[in-house]
Structures are given as structure tokens and as C-alpha cells.
């Protein structure tokens, strides 16, 4: 299964100067819980973002850029070669960001995990389009700290 995975605040924000305008660690904790044995996928600058590859997980970049990347990191430059690879998979294929790698995978979201943040970020510089969820059901709310609600989204049978 191909999963969006997003902290998103209440403008739509989900970045500003390359990091997470926010800190909750139960977010981080849960991100962790629910990505660790599967398959995460991210553009470069996620990737530079995060300085290095997540543990206990296959760490995949879609990126046109040449990038110098550790042992076990896989660099893809098509995005129908990392959907091919999700077939190969025996976990999920979670689509971790950017904005454009978010937007460059939204037709082939089989569900997405958004953890609405209670805050409104004024200088923010990457925001999810606001129609993202459009063509998805919400089939799960979960509240993993006061004011923190993840919410699982199915996307609706044709």
C-alpha cells in the first residue's frame, strides 16, 4: 500500500527554512512507530533535511539531482519506478515529503495519515495544497496528545 504521511498545521503549513516549523515529540514518536519496518520515500530536500537515513527502514529519494548518498539509501528518478518497487514490498511504501513529492505521488495515495498540528505557522514557506484530501473518507481519528489529532484518510471506492 502506497501512504501519504504529513504533520500539517492549521494554515496548511508543513515547512519552513528545510525543517518542521514545530517540535512534538509525541508526533516524532509516532511517525517513528508507524513508518519503522516499511519503506519511506522523500525528495532531496527532505532528504538534506534529515542529514541521514532513517533507521530500520528502506530509505528511498526521488530526485533528478545528483546526490551523494550513504550505502542502502536507494536514488530513483522516475516515480513509476518507485510505485514498481512497492509491488516488491513486504511492508508500505509511506511517502514522507516534500511538497513536491507530496503533489508528485497524489494520484497513487492509497491512504493518508495527517497529523493536524494546533497551531497556525505565519512564516511558513511549504504548504499541502488544500484539496489533498479530496477523493478520500476519513476512517480514523486518533488523539496522541492534548490538541493533536492524527486522522487516517481511505481514498473512496469509484
Known amino acids: ?10 494554515n496548511n503549513a508543513i515547512g519552513k527554512d528545510g525543517k518542521l516549523p514545530w517540535h512534538y515529540s509525541s ?15 522523500m525528495g532531496s530536500n527532505t532528504w538534506r533535511s534529515i542529514g541521514k537515513p532513517l533507521p530500520n527502514r528502506l530509505n528511498v529519494i526521488l530526485s533528478r539531482s545528483g546526490l551523494d ?3 542502502g539509501v536507494l536514488l530513483f528518478r522516475d516515480m513509476g519506478e518507485v ?3 512497492a509491488g516488491y514490498l513486504r ?13 508528485t505521488f497524489a494520484d497513487v495515495v492509497d491512504e493518508w495519515i495527517v ?20 477523493g478520500f473518507e476519513d476512517v480514523e481519528m486518533t488523539e496522541i496528545e492534548p490538541g493533536l489529532i492524527v486522522k487516517r484518510f481511505r481514498r473512496k471506492s469509484v
Open 91 to 103: 511492508g508500505d511504501l509511506f511517502i514522507i515529503g516534500g511538497a513536491k513529492i507530496f503533489d
Open 1 to 10: 500500500m502506497i501512504i501519504g504521511i504529513v504533520a500539517i498545521a492549521k
Open 69 to 71: 548518498l550513504p550505502s
Open 27 to 41: 508526533d516524532l514518536k509516532f511517525f517513528k512507530e508507524t513508518t519503522t519496518g516499511n519503506a519511506v520515500v
Open 115 to 134: 497529523t493536524e498540528v494546533p497551531d497556525s505557522i505565519d512564516d511558513a514557506d511549504v504548504f499541502m495544497p488544500r484539496n489533498f484530501l479530496d
Open 83 to 85: 510505485v514498481a518497487l
